[in-house]
């Protein structure tokens, strides 16, 4: 009978020790992730477009920790994925469309496939210097790199749009909001991505 009460206190405490313990642990977590998620918020603020570089970042809040660069990095990688996303729907999209297009149409369609090309790698290699700082050792060339290539990265995305932009080459009113809305949201992305290195 004493042995019986004695294991039902010992199984009542461990329990309550676990439940403690796994409330403590959610708690530190929950303030965390709300820490985390103001200094995303603050940072964000600083960039052009504040709302959009907010819902972009803010399911990465666990990766990025409160750490300036890892924003600027997970900053340039959603920018660059969104990029190759637009990149293959713009493919799809002119060989869809390539039946309903005249010359100049198509013409403005590959240019601007090529150019969000060029855009596709000059983000790739930002990431790629972005996971390599500081292993040079000459931080200011890596800096001054990224920044180059991040501006020409945004000028491609530019050009692209201007060829679906007021009377540019492209007539097919639906083709020209979708590609222009799409190519748009890159380019903001990439031009926060732009204000975090600077």
């Known amino acids: 009978m004493v042995s019986l009460r004695i294991s039902t206190v010992f199984c009542f405490f461990f329990i309550f020790a676990s439940l403690t313990s796994a409330n403590g642990a959610t ?20 960039t052009h477009y504040p709302e959009i570089c907010y819902n972009s970042l803010q399911s990465y809040a666990s990766l990025v920790r409160r750490r300036p660069r890892q924003l600027a990095l997970i900053a340039l990688s ?25 010359r100049r149409e198509v013409g403005a369609m590959k ?43 945004l000028t491609d995305e530019d050009t692209c749009m201007e ?13 020209k909001s ?11 992305l990439t031009s926060n991505a732009l204000d975090f290195i600077n």
Not at 93 to 100: T, W, Y
Not at 163 to 168: A, L, T
């Open 27 to 46: 708690t530190v977590h929950g303030k965390l992730f709300q820490a985390t998620t103001n200094f995303i918020m603050t940072s964000c603020q600083a």
């Open 78 to 102: 959603v920018s660059l994925d969104r990029a190759r996303s637009m990149s293959a729907a713009l493919s799809r999209m002119k060989a869809a469309n390539r039946g309903s297009m005249s």
């Open 111 to 153: 240019d601007c496939l090529e150019t969000l090309g060029d855009s596709v790698y000059l983000l790739k290699q930002s990431v790629k210097e972005m996971e390599g700082m500081g292993n040079t050792g000459n931080w200011g060339l890596q800096i001054n790199d990224l920044q180059t290539w991040v501006s020409a990265a």
């Open 163 to 175: 060829g679906f932009s007021g009377d540019g080459a492209v007539d097919v009113a639906e083709i």
């Open 178 to 188: 979708e590609v222009r809305s799409s190519i748009l949201r890159v380019a903001q």
